[in-house]
């Protein structure tokens, strides 16, 4: 089966924009949730959505924003974009059933200049 | 959210057999104990996750003493391809838990020809 696809791959923004991401996960996964990865602090969780809720979210400022539409797929949100933004986001999928087995996506490079 | 440890980095040939372990003192009765492989610009993928005792995959095998306060990746003859940063995170699977994965460090380790 395919697996999380995350659009778009590459991204290059200025500081003050905003810039959506988009995550397509497993097909009959209902849980997704958002990564951030950086250098210097890693890999951190921003959020989780199930049957389009959010359910658990990270230490993130309110710039950072989700949703999840009625067919799973989700969508991540930075407003005022600020150059400690650029990192790779990343997607996970799983089922509710098995959520530490979690699929990732290949991430979105952002580039904020 | 259970603490890990594990070592920053380690190197190995080709051929040999690799073995990864992770502390975590502080484990929950609810806890499980999973790893994942990172390759450099891609997401995290799922390796293998036990509860105590031993577990094998196709993958790796998952050593759990009988405490459960550390756990031991053992990757068979590694190759280079196997080059990649390893995470144990300790978490529950259950459906009332706070969703998210907690990545430490890692260990970055370096198959070597």
């Known amino acids: 089966k395919a697996g999380v696809t995350q659009t778009p791959r590459y991204l290059i923004k200025t500081r003050g924009q905003q810039v959506t991401l988009s995550c397509s996960p497993i097909s009959g996964h209902r849980s997704v949730s958002w990564y951030q990865q950086t250098p210097g602090q890693g890999l951190q969780f921003l959020f989780e959505y199930f049957s389009e809720t959010q359910r658990n979210k990270g230490n993130f400022p309110g710039r950072f924003s989700g949703r999840q539409f009625s067919n799973s797929r989700s969508e991540m949100n930075v407003s005022t974009l600020e150059l400690g933004d650029s990192a790779l986001y990343l997607c996970a999928s799983s089922t509710d059933r098995a959520y530490t087995e979690a699929f990732f996506g290949q991430g979105t490079r952002l580039t904020v200049v | ?113």
């Not at chain 2, 073995?19 to 997401?43: E, L, R, V």
């Not at chain 2, 094998?56 to 756990?71: G, M, Y």
């Open chain 2, 1 to 113: 959210l259970a603490k890990t440890t594990q070592p920053i980095s380690m190197d190995s040939y080709e051929g040999q057999e690799v073995n990864i372990t992770c502390s975590h003192n502080n484990i929950a009765t609810n806890d499980y104990i999973t790893w994942y492989q990172q390759f450099p610009s891609q997401g995290p993928r799922f390796i293998i996750q036990g509860y105590k005792t031993k577990v094998t995959n196709e993958v790796a095998s998952l050593f759990i003493p009988a405490d459960r306060k550390s756990s031991t990746l053992s990757l068979p003859r590694v190759s280079l391809s196997d080059t990649a940063v390893y995470y144990c995170l300790v978490g529950s699977i259950s459906s009332g838990s706070a969703r998210q994965l907690t990545f430490g460090s890692g260990t970055q380790l370096t198959v070597l020809p």
